[in-house]
C-alpha cells in the first residue's frame, strides 16, 4: 500500500463518487478508479459497496478509513513540527470565528501587533472545511472540556441615548411590551438564547427587523431605530456615544465565548496565538465588566 493510494481511497469515500473524488484530487476518473482497484487488489478484498454511479464503504473500508484518518493526521503533526524544527515554510494560523464577531477588527490588529511574523487567515461562514482540523474556533458552546472559556458576559438591553429608557431609574420587561426590537436572525445561536430566555418569562418582543449580520444590525442601532439585547462585552457597544447599555432587572441572562483548539500539534506560533487570544479577551473582560 502507498500513502498516494490511501489518499486516494479517504478522498474516495468522502464523496462517495469516484467523479467527484477524481476532481476533488485534480485527476482524471479512469486513473482513480484504477489506483482504487490495485489498492483493493493488493488487499484481497472490496472496500466500496457499488450501486450505480455510487460507491458506499462496507464494514473492511470503514476500518481502513477510520485508520487512514488517523494515519493523515499523525502525518500532518509530524510534518508540523518538523517543519517547525527546521524553520521551514510560512507560519499560517487559521482562525474560524463563530461569535463575537463585533471584537474581531480589534482582535485581529492586536495580533498582528503582537505577532507580526504570523499569517492569518479568518473564516467567518464555516468556509473552513478544509482546514476545520487546524483552526482555533471562538465559539460560543462548549466543543470539548479542554476549551478555553475566554469570555463570560451578560446580555443587556441597548437603547438609543436619547430613549426615555435610557434614563430610566431601573428597567423591567414590562417597560418594553410596546418597544420595536432588532434582532439577528434564526440562523444566529444568540437568537435562540434570547428568545428562549424571553419564551421562559411570557415575554413577547414585537420584532420589525431581523438581520444575518451582526455589523449591519448594529450600524441599524446607532441610527436610533429601535432597541436590542445584545451581548454586553463582545458587542463592543460602548465604542458608540449613541447607544446606552441598560440591566433589565427581570431579564438576567448570560453567555459564554470559548476557544477551542485543534486536538493536533500545536506550533510554537499556534500557542503563542492561543496566548494573546486569551490575553485579549481578559482586556475586554476587565475593561467593560
Known sequence: MELYQLHCFKIAAECESI?????ALYISQPSLSQTIRRLEKELGYPL????????KLNYSGEILYERVCHMEKYMDNTLA???EINNIGKSVVFLQVSCASMLLTDLLIYLKDCLPQIEFRIYQLNTAHKYIEKCLWIVSEQIDEQDDLLLHEDIKLVVPVDHPLASAEKIWLEDL???KFITLTENWKLFHLIKSELD????????????DNPTLMRAILNQKVGVAFVPSVSWNT????????????DFKVSRKIYLHKPNMFLTKDQQQCIEKIRAFFKMQKDRYT
Open 19 to 23: 467523479t467527484k473524488a477524481a476532481q
Open 48 to 55: 466500496f459497496n457499488r450501486l450505480n454511479k455510487k460507491i
Open 81 to 83: 513540527e518538523l517543519n
Open 177 to 179: 411590551v410596546k418597544e
Open 200 to 211: 421562559k418569562r411570557s415575554f413577547s418582543s414585537q420584532i420589525t427587523m431581523h438581520f
Open 238 to 249: 460602548h465604542s458608540t456615544d449613541q447607544l446606552v447599555i441598560r440591566t433589565v432587572e
